[in-house]
């Protein structure tokens, strides 16, 4: 096939003779494949007729009439055909009834659906630390079964930086509550400057949070519902908290869970070269260190 393409390329500029001597094509075949290959695109610019098997409009609208009879008319069309072949009689295939019906706009669910709003895809950006935080709970399994430790995780989006954490016995509002304010005071987060990203948890859309939030001055932004990628960046610290080889199984107590958060965390922030900044830590963005590191590298 690329043979014959260059022989029909070549063949204008120095005839096709010795375009197909020079590329080893025989000319036979190169006059059969470009014959063939006019009669194909012919035939695919050609109008397509209707098939000689197509019902006629007589024949369509005995066949929509007989779905409107009213013991057919909230049968599903395989229900009607298994039915008139109890019958005896035969008027199409199934699939044919379904195009006849959607022919005419009758192919849909009978049944009221519960239809979702249009959420739109909360898109935030930041240019430097401390403009947008996202947060997010997850759990960490307990000594038995059915028993878990609650791991609150507030995260700078644009360093990586884990600003606060929390390892609690239930998720709460109130506990949320006070992370964020202490976080925002150790931060020295002004009103005004911050945006705080959680998905749709009860605790994040609980009315003490967002009190606190508009106290604070914070803007909140919320996932969009049944959506699980519109907070990533909460989910892929997570994976590197529960991927760490000393991760255990289960934890023996909320003391073990919050040892192990303690030494997870410094190392997070201050050692874990993170490959979505650059192979920098998240202390060395949120700090303002990036710059300085990256020009000794690359001195």
């Known amino acids: 096939m690329r043979l014959m393409k260059a022989a029909e390329q070549l063949s204008p500029k120095v005839g096709v003779a010795p375009a197909c001597d020079s590329l080893g094509v025989p000319r036979a075949s190169f006059y059969r494949w470009r014959c063939s290959g006019a009669l194909r695109k012919s035939r695919e610019d050609a109008p397509r007729g209707p098939s000689h098997r197509a019902l006629s409009g007589d ?6 009439t007989v779905l409107h009879e009213d013991r057919f008319v909230d049968k599903a069309p395989a229900q009607v055909y ?26 849909r669910e009978r049944r009221d659906q519960l239809r979702h709003p249009q959420y739109v895809k909360p898109e935030l950006v930041a240019t430097g630390p401390n403009q947008i935080w996202t947060w997010d709970i997850t759990k960490l399994l ?11 995780v507030i995260l700078d989006m644009f360093s990586r ?5 929390m390892l609690a016995n239930r998720e709460s509002a109130i506990l949320a509550k006070e992370l964020i304010k202490e976080s925002c005071r150790r931060q020295g987060i002004s009103e005004g400057e911050l945006t705080l990203h959680s998905d749709r948890g009860p605790s994040m859309k609980s009315k003490t949070v967002a009190l606190l939030l508009a106290d604070l001055g914070v803007t ?3 996932s969009r519902p049944h959506v699980s990628d519109d907070n990533p960046y909460s989910e892929a610290q997570f994976k590197t908290l ?8 289960r934890f023996g107590s909320i003391q073990h869970g919050r040892s192990t958060c303690r030494t997870f965390f410094p190392w997070y922030n201050y050692e874990f070269y993170h490959s979505s900044l ?8 949120h700090y303002g260190q990036a710059t300085a590191v990256l020009r000794q590298r690359q001195e």
């Open 59 to 64: 024949e369509r609208q005995a066949v929509l």
């Open 82 to 107: 298994a039915r008139l072949l109890d019958e005896e009689k035969y008027l199409c295939s199934i699939r044919t009834m379904y195009r006849i019906l959607d022919s005419e706009g009758e192919v």
């Open 142 to 152: 307990g000594p038995v079964k059915w028993t878990y430790y609650y791991l609150y």
């Open 242 to 249: 529960k991927y760490r080889p000393e991760f255990p199984e």
């Open 220 to 222: 909140k932004s919320h």
């Open 161 to 165: 930086y884990a600003v606060g954490w």
């Open 278 to 285: 650059g192979l920098l830590t998240p202390a060395m963005v």
